[in-house]
């Protein structure tokens, strides 16, 4: 059986997958080496992907890094050492007759998702991943767009507010990532629950729990999510009104707050956009932690 | 000798280029006929093509078109009265053995300054431009960027402003065509004139003026031109974070300002800019009106 292996390298963990014909047949999960630069890493996933190999015939891989990658070439990943790699080569130099796909993790999400997830059948979409912080991709015309320096699909850095500005690590301030990310929820949580009565006030307070607090009926936490879905609407109403996408796919952690959360960005949205790209739809992310993955086969499987 | 019209539709007219090996040989500039739902255009487009080919061959015809367009098929172009029209079919019927390429008048005018003017030699340019409102296009690795319903490029209603905003004529309000557009910058003129001693002070006051005075050292003018520039600069920082283009061009007539606005708006760009994305260079339209004539027949060209 010939198959294709799809990675995603995280900074704290690496994903490995054994795909044939689109299908996820097993998946091997290694603890990412950051020691030495990183220098480790390549080695440990040919041999993961040589142990899932077993007697079948290996076709295709496609690497989904946390970094930005320009035509198969990374620039830089701060996370896990690495400086500039051509890591096309380096993998086509231990696999010499394999299609090999190198692309961001963020944009392997996306093709993961239009591919094989929630936009199936959708061929312009843009998905914001939001996390820690609140990354994104975009596929127009089935073709990622990788930016000049690798860096297109950056959403969590558009500034969505001006006064009062929360400052970012990038340097910025305002930008989306600090008021849609789960950090930035939990901020303004803290922000608005002062000295109220409020089920907010708690040790250790998490997303998800202010969004669960708001759909039970909690003023402060509802409060909390009418401000967050205001930035989002309004981050998703700029990316629209400048490339026009079908379809905005809303993944990450945050997005398991489901349909609460989607269907009160998509309201706003309308209130926001400009009107040509009011037809703009807004689905909800449904491959999880293997998006990165499935999107990174996806790229090797197009070659 | 074989040769390619290049048409571009405005409001008030329509320039036909005939082109030669990308080459400009003569030009014919009709009156738009919108009676009828300007339902004359094409014809007028027609015998136009066919007064100025002689006894050369026609090979392929480009037309900009004012609304959106998305695989050749018109949307609508409110300003001409045209509701839905599959414009490549007509233009196909009356010219059966000619590529023929349609295309919105915004991305031609990219196309074109990509193709054959300022931004040559580059694959993925945005481009702004500045006259009474803000248009603009953005090709991507040399592929025009339609988006989902033709609208992609829309740069112009950008919201850039939250509070103390202007109504935009789309319905919305504090949009980036608003402050950086010549009716903006008069309009902040007006506004930061009032009962100051400043050369703003006369009747039909003009955004040439504007930038006039200000390079004069008029210093209320130089304090409408910082503002436009801000606004300006910041607009293009949210474009560059989400679509990291390689370069970005200011056109449409407030650009005449020059280096003067180019080297303003790329200063303030760098304070506003995620980092990854602070290589984007900015530089100034050359084919003025004819950009659109020349991005129509090398979007022809191209087939």
Not at 55 to 72: E, F, K, R
Not at 172 to 189: D, I, M, N, P, R
């Amino acid at each position: 059986m010939e198959f294709i292996a799809g990675v995603n390298i995280g900074g704290t963990e690496i994903k490995v997958g054994k795909f044939s014909d689109g299908k996820l047949l097993s998946t091997k999960v290694l603890k990412t080496d950051i020691s030495n630069y990183g220098s480790n890493i390549m080695n440990d996933i040919f041999m993961a992907i040589d142990e899932l190999s077993e007697q079948d015939t290996l076709i295709g891989i496609g690497i989904g890094v946390p970094g930005p990658v320009t035509n198969g070439f990374v620039l830089g990943a701060q996370n896990i050492g690495w400086e500039k790699v051509d890591l096309t080569k380096k993998v086509t130099s231990r696999y010499p007759h394999v299609k090999v796909a190198i692309l961001n993790d963020a944009n392997a999400a996306t093709f993961g998702e239009l591919a094989y997830g929630s936009a199936k059948g959708y061929h312009s979409v843009v998905m914001l991943t939001l996390g820690t912080g609140v990354g994104g991709g975009i596929v127009m015309n089935d073709q990622l767009l990788e930016g000049a320096s690798g860096s297109a699909g950056e959403v969590g850095h558009i500034r969505v507010k001006e006064d009062n500005p929360r400052h970012c690590t990038c340097g910025l301030f305002g930008c989306l990532e600090q008021y849609a990310s789960a950090t930035g929820v939990v901020k303004t949580a803290y922000e608005l629950r002062k000295e109220k009565d409020t089920r907010l006030n708690k040790h250790n307070l998490t997303c998800k729990e202010v969004f669960d607090f708001a759909q039970a009926g909690d003023e402060i936490s509802q409060m909390v999510v009418e401000q967050m879905t205001d930035y989002l609407a309004s981050g998703c109403a700029t990316i629209a009104n400048i490339i026009n996408p079908e379809v905005i796919i809303l993944g990450g952690g945050v997005s398991k707050a489901g349909e609460y959360l989607r269907a009160k960005v998509a309201s706003k949205f309308q209130k926001l956009c400009f009107y040509a790209v009011k037809d703009t739809k807004f689905i909800l992310a449904t491959l999880g932690n293997d998006a990165g993955i499935y999107g990174a086969m996806h790229a090797a499987r197009m070659l």
